[in-house]
């Protein structure tokens, strides 16, 4: 005999040959109809696994499997899904919800053969609690669900109810009832079912009016509702298509046995319905659908992916969910910035095993989400120009790269891909930091010429310096090539303003690093006054008697130099006597 708390096993509603996933026709009636889609219940705590229960629930889970192997391979080895609601694989979809007004009759559902009656969902939450307060318990359930995946869910009401239009049991959704609704009616008395949720494409819910009685666990505030919102997070799980899964070694929503020792949907939940429906941002599979996180600041590091409100490990709100799927990031600068991009896969490994068909669990299933795909990603300009690749490691190790050259400002794409042939979706998150602008340094007291340094580019090949006599990229004319990141303009026109413009050659491109001023004052002038005079002279001499340029008494770049050989010699002396003679700067 097994007893677990609030034990939630698979059954089927309706297994009609012509049964199909992807659509429920309205009846040509407006009475109340049979469901025609799979559903689970769930059974309160201390229901025991009777051999009459167990051979009842063989039978309908065979029925299950044989059902959903007809309809494809959707029993696989992590997570366990049935059919979505309709479109593709891995697309976004709005699904909407209602509450069903009581008074409308639910019909039993095939294989739990409870009697018709009418729902009383909104006279029994309402003598226990404020209807405000039970209400956006529910909706917490369906937020949270959003907040993790693709699916927008979208409540409707009717007429200024908070119900909706009261169309009969088993229609489908429209512009005033929901694609699932929520209602409540005797199911088996109290114990036993606590619940049960058809799958998609009806996704409707029942609880149970017998157990929501006296000090009913639906009704415990203990850690704000836990009980209720699991149970409904739970049933919701199967209306959006996932079945259970067993685990041995890890908690997760949608196991059979409802567990309170956590929050609302966990790790391989959220992987199984974003395999449905995709991430948070879906769809972003082209730039032009990239998602932009907005403008990054100087120093700012931001991670694309975290788990809002309650934590859930090793997750994220993005994967690659299939093969070939592709997520474009998009993210601005408002300056130049040298860049670090990693990023991470999100896993861990769990068993994941499926669960037989008299309700018991398999397990030794052993899945590593965080190896489920090889991650690589491009940086890319706005126009979806490639950057850079970074593909360097295998499955289930980070991709990094630091000091990218974001030149000019403006707006950088990261798209994030697979490099093998997926079958489960792979979580990651995306880490984006600017901790630098590169600067450039132009002297402006040297005589007849300039000297330049610059942050040095990681994966550079090479720099190119540009100098105008105006601050204007445009006109300005190549005046050395350096590999690497210092230059000596010895060209440079005396007692001018320059503008010099430093370009690196990063991953093949050449691109800005930045700009200064630089002044090179006129040949003599040693202690910028305008004019070489005797005081000049002193300073020279000083200097000359000194030699060499390395000597550690030597000012600072060694003014006296005047022909930038290391050494303060008579050649120089000549210079000087020139500009001696000449007495005024030009």
């Not at 109290?190 to 006296?214: E, H, T």
Request: hydrophobic residues 35%; negative net charge.
């Amino acid at each position: 005999m097994l007893a677990r708390a609030a034990l939630c096993l698979s059954t089927l509603a309706g297994l009609a040959a012509s049964m199909s996933l992807q659509g429920r026709p309205a009846p040509a009636f407006a009475g109340p109809v049979k469901q025609s889609g799979p559903a689970s219940i769930c059974l309160a705590e201390g229901t025991q696994l009777t051999p009459e229960l167990q051979a009842k629930l063989r039978a309908v889970n065979q029925a299950i499997a044989s059902y959903l192997e007809a309809n494809g391979d959707l029993f696989e080895d992590r997570y366990n899904n049935s059919g979505r609601w309709s479109g593709s694989q891995g697309d976004p979809r709005v699904i909407t919800w209602s509450f069903l007004p009581d008074g409308v009759v639910i019909t039993g559902a095939d294989g739990i053969d409870e009697p018709d009656s009418a729902s009383t969902l909104f006279a029994t939450f309402d003598a226990k609690l404020a209807r405000a307060t039970w209400i956006a318990h529910f909706q917490s359930c369906f937020d949270r669900w959003e907040a993790l995946t693709g699916i927008d869910f979208q409540r409707v009401t009717s007429g200024g109810n908070d119900w909706d239009n009261g169309g009969a049991w088993g229609l489908a959704g429209n512009a005033t009832r929901g694609d699932m609704r929520i209602g409540m009616h005797p199911i088996d008395g109290n114990g036993n079912i606590l619940a049960y949720c058809y799958f998609p494409s009806s996704g409707d819910m029942v609880l149970d009016q017998n157990d929501a009685v006296g000090s009913s666990n639906l009704f415990s505030s203990t850690n704000s509702f836990r009980f209720l919102r699991n149970v409904v997070a739970h049933e919701m799980g199967h209306g959006i298509g996932v079945n259970h899964v067993c685990s041995n070694n890890s908690s997760q929503l949608m196991e059979p046995f409802i567990n309170t020792g956590f929050d609302g949907p966990r790790h391989d939940d959220v992987r199984a319905v974003q395999r449905h429906y995709g991430d948070i941002n879906e769809p972003d599979n082209t730039a032009a659908t990239a998602v932009n996180s907005g403008v990054m600041a100087l120093g700012q590091t931001r991670t694309l992916g975290t788990i809002p409100g309650v934590a859930i490990t090793t997750s994220s709100t993005l994967s690659i969910d299939a093969n070939g799927e592709i997520d474009y990031h998009a993210f601005g600068t408002g300056q130049i910035f040298l860049a670090n991009v990693t990023l991470t896969p999100q896993g861990t490994t769990y068993d994941s095993s499926t669960q037989n068909d008299d309700g018991s669990c398999n397990s030794g299933n052993s899945v590593n989400s965080l190896a489920a795909a090889d991650l690589a990603f491009d940086i890319r300009t706005a126009a979806d120009a490639n950057i850079t690749t970074v593909n360097a490691t295998g499955a289930g190790v980070a991709e990094t790269i630091s000091g990218v050259l974001l030149s000019p400002a403006g707006t950088y794409l990261v798209k994030v891909y697979e490099n093998d042939s997926p079958t489960t979706s792979q979580m990651y998150t995306l880490t984006i930091s600017t901790p630098t602008t590169p600067t450039v340094a132009a002297s402006d007291t040297l005589p007849n010429y300039v000297s330049l340094t610059w942050t040095n580019i990681p994966n550079s090949t090479g720099y190119t310096v540009k100098r105008n006599t105006v601050n204007s990229e445009a006109g300005a004319v190549t005046v050395g090539t350096p590999a690497t990141n210092a230059f000596v303009d010895v060209g440079a026109p005396d007692n001018h303003t320059l503008f010099y413009f430093v370009y690196a050659t990063q991953f093949g491109t050449s691109k800005l690093v930045g700009s200064d001023s630089g002044f090179a004052k006129c040949s003599g002038d040693l202690n910028n006054d305008g004019q070489v005079t005797d005081s000049d002279f002193v300073i020279f001499l000083a200097a000359y008697n000194m030699l060499e340029c390395s000597n550690p008494s030597m000012p600072a770049n060694c003014p006296s130099d005047l022909n930038r050989d290391a050494f303060v010699d008579d050649a120089d002396f000549s210079l000087f006597v020139v500009a001696y003679d000449a007495l005024v700067c030009p």
